[in-house]
């Protein structure tokens, strides 16, 4: 029999995790692993019981690569879409029709502005001309036409919300379906945007209605919630989604409702948002969560390119409410949702009306955190009682049993009456109570472990990882000022790429090639991978571990990124792909290191001038026609291991100072005396540069252009020196080149 003298370390340790647990479901606070588990169990249950099958009520008219081909490429002029709406609504009879899509510039593609700053100026007097421009110019103001489509439509106009505190605002939103002030004195936290882009003002002027079509993801990058109504200036505005149902259901009013009995609330909690016949679920933000009928393709897809042909069948349409989108791979609404990693935005959407239409939204009224509470508590004391009362076998099987309660009630709880309870603490709780009565000692000590990896696993190797784990005290994510090298990677001409591909193969495309990328940073020399941004890979060196040789460690990790690129070319050609050349931009400097971003989402990322120059960097080097570009201090802080070649004096975009940057060649001691020699002589023709010395600097050039046909930094400052030779040029030049794009 266990005593308490005996266990009070173990009673005293379980109390606290019971105590923490019940802060977080109380949201005294919210431990971002803990809500990842929560997070992780709700898509388990989503999938779960997913319908499947495709909902005939929605249809998607979809912008895809077979309309790009057969109308071109988009934008598409105004009047093409007007077409599309004048077919969706007045042939096909669609009972409702909406954008995923904002119209946020003016469209002159048709050469009206031209043609009426003709008829203002050189034209003025040319009656006939004045005459012809009056009768066209109707057929010509695309906008216009557009606008025309939509007055007296059941079509709904879709913008976004920016929430940024410098976000810009553009555009004209439409009128808020709630005024200001509706929620004062209420438990209620709407998402509060700062801007927006939003549709022309002669667009908006003649739409019935519009809604956003902002995604919500969740700290792990993944959409699962959707705002419904977005606080801005004070008003309220309506999701693309709810502005759909509304027009399709005659646009009934918005009445937010309240929870008749709440006891853990000083206010009574907003529950539901009331719409005509139907009633959506949401929480305190106003947001609710999105359902999904199953994978892609839950719902009946039309091509655009057949809508605007006549090709389309009328039974698909009419009557339906139809959304119009993109699932084309180069027009980026791609997100990652609960059910693929790859999941088209509109389709979010199309989940959400459909399921509100069906009064069939997920819920998680305010009372199931009561509910949670209750149970960890009812779980939570039975656990500790009976496993300090226990022996190991016994207690290690009421544990398993109470657990496979918990999730089995769980789940019925979700698919019967659709209320979505947290199962994170709960599950937590009987894990960590039965690891802390079977050892708790040695889970304390390798907790520390855990946690460092949980926090720095995912931007350095194991091998970093293990170290830190060690002696977790000295790293911090909190932000801080070192002096760190940073790389930016990006792959050449990768929209031509991308847009050959379909989505699946693009993706399996990417994982291949930005996995050999990241073996080479993380694998080979160890550096932190900062971000994945499409096809380009950001990392750095020096943080979280010190690195004396961060400068080192990234050009040659830049270097060797260069040689295995050309080593995959084989794999990918047998894979019917094409070969790869990256740039690579490398500079070193003092930036800050640190978790930073918003309480939706954070990263462990770098920030600051050095920065954004080895990013200018990256952005130059097809300019030189060379693999990789680094910048001064880099330079400096490897130049006794590596060759360089010095390149130029530029000032890239966004910088006032001009800087000299350089090519890597190889390390020292391992580059042939040829090329040594190649880089003296250019270098030698630089100096003639610099002086304005372009007979000699020219005649060097030549040679080496003759020498060596391939090498485009030859051609580029013999072009250079051409058109110089016509300047005027300022006492005081000083040889920079300025760009003046990214």
């Known amino acids: 029999m266990k005593t308490l003298r005996k266990y009070w370390l173990q009673l005293l340790l379980s109390l606290l995790v019971l ?35 495709v909902d005939p009520r929605v249809v998607i008219v979809d912008l895809d690569e077979k309309s790009l081909a057969e109308v071109g490429r988009w934008p598409w002029p105004r009047k093409t879409v007007a077409d599309l709406v004048h077919k969706l609504t007045d042939d096909y009879k669609a009972a409702a029709v909406g954008f995923d899509i904002v119209f946020a510039e003016k469209d002159d593609s048709s050469g009206l502005p031209v043609l009426q700053r003709l008829a203002e100026g050189e034209l003025k007097s040319n009656e006939a001309f004045q005459s012809t421009l009056a009768a066209m110019s109707g057929g010509l103001d695309y906008d216009g036409l557009f606008a ?10 879709g913008y976004y919300f920016s929430f940024e505190a410098d976000a810009r605002k553009a555009g004209q939103l439409p009128k808020p379906v709630l005024p200001a002030g509706m929620f ?14 939003a549709n022309l003002p002669v667009l908006m002027g003649s739409a019935t209605s519009a809604g956003h079509f902002n995604p919500l993801p969740d700290p792990d990058g993944v959409t699962r919630r959707v705002g419904m109504l977005v606080e801005h200036e004070g008003k309220y505005y309506e999701s693309l989604s709810l502005a759909m149902v509304r027009a399709y259901l005659n646009f009934p009013a918005i009445e937010p409702v309240y929870a008749e009995n709440s006891w853990l609330r000083a206010y009574k909690p907003l529950e539901w948002l009331k719409v005509g016949p139907l009633t959506i679920p949401v929480d305190e933000n106003i947001t609710t969560l999105t359902p999904f009928r199953g994978g892609k393709q839950s719902f009946n897809y039309i091509s655009a390119a057949d809508v605007l042909s006549g090709r389309a069948k009328a039974d698909d349409i009419a009557g339906r409410m139809v959304l119009i989108g993109t699932t084309a791979p180069g027009l980026l609404d791609l997100r990652v949702a609960p059910v693929d990693s790859v999941y088209p935005g509109v389709e979010i959407h199309a989940n959400l009306i459909a399921s509100m239409m069906d009064n069939a939204l997920p819920a998680r ?3 199931l955190q009561g509910a949670e509470i209750l149970l960890l508590l009812v779980v939570g004391l039975t656990l500790i009682v009976v496993l300090m009362r226990l022996n190991p076998l016994p207690g290690t099987l009421i544990t398993a049993g109470i657990g496979m309660l918990v999730i089995v009630g769980n789940f019925a709880l979700w698919k019967y009456s659709g209320l979505a309870l947290p199962l994170a603490a709960t599950l937590v709780a009987i894990a960590l109570l039965y690891a802390i009565s079977m050892a708790y000692g040695y889970f304390f000590e390798a907790r520390n472990k855990k946690q460092m990896a949980s926090l720095f696993g995912q931007y350095v190797p194991p091998e970093l990882v293990a170290k830190m784990s060690e002696e977790p005290e000295k790293y911090s994510m909190e932000g801080q000022s070192r002096e760190l090298t940073v790389l930016f990677s990006d792959v050449r001409s990768f929209t031509t790429i991308s847009e050959s591909m379909e989505p699946k193969e693009l993706t399996r495309f990417m994982n291949e090639f930005l996995t050999t990328l990241s073996d080479v940073i993380r694998t080979q020399y160890l550096g932190t991978i900062d971000k994945y941004m499409g096809d380009c890979v950001m990392a750095f060196w020096g943080a979280p571990i010190h690195d004396p040789d961060h400068a080192k460690n990234a050009v040659l990790a830049g270097l060797e990124m260069q040689r295995a690129m050309q080593a995959l070319g084989p794999a990918l050609k047998e894979k019917g792909w094409p070969e790869i050349h990256i740039g690579v931009g490398v500079n ?31 952005g130059i080097t097809k300019y030189y026609g060379v693999g990789m570009i680094v910048g001064e201090q880099t330079r400096a802080a490897a130049k006794e291991a590596i060759l360089f070649r010095e390149l130029d004096r530029v000032r890239v975009k966004g910088k006032d100072e001009g800087v000299t940057v350089y090519e890597p060649i190889g390390e020292i001691g391992k580059v042939d005396k040829a090329i040594r020699s190649e880089i ?53 030049w000083d040889g920079v080149y300025e760009f003046d794009t990214k």
């Open 19 to 53: 105590t923490f647990l019940l802060g977080y479901a109380n949201h005294s606070w919210r431990p971002r692993w803990l809500e990842q588990i929560d997070l992780w169990a709700y898509d388990a249950r989503l999938v779960l019981t997913m319908p499947g099958g």
């Open 148 to 157: 025309d489509s939509l007055k007296n439509k059941p079509v709904v106009l």
């Open 184 to 197: 004062k004195g209420r438990n209620v936290y709407p998402l509060t945007a700062k801007g927006y882009g």
């Open 365 to 367: 009224p305010d009372y």
């Open 588 to 618: 070193t400097g003092r930036m800050t290191v640190g978790d930073m971003g918003s309480q939706i989402r954070k990263a462990y990322t770098v920030m600051g001038d050095a920065v954004n120059l080895a990013s200018r960097l990256e």
């Open 680 to 732: 003296e002589l250019f270098h030698t023709a630089l100096k003639h540069y610099r002086a304005q010395d372009w007979d000699m600097a020219e005649l060097q050039l030549i040679n080496l252009r003759n020498q060596h046909a391939g090498v485009k930094l030859y051609q580029v400052y013999l072009d250079r020196i051409a058109t110089l030779r016509k300047a005027s040029l300022p006492a005081d």
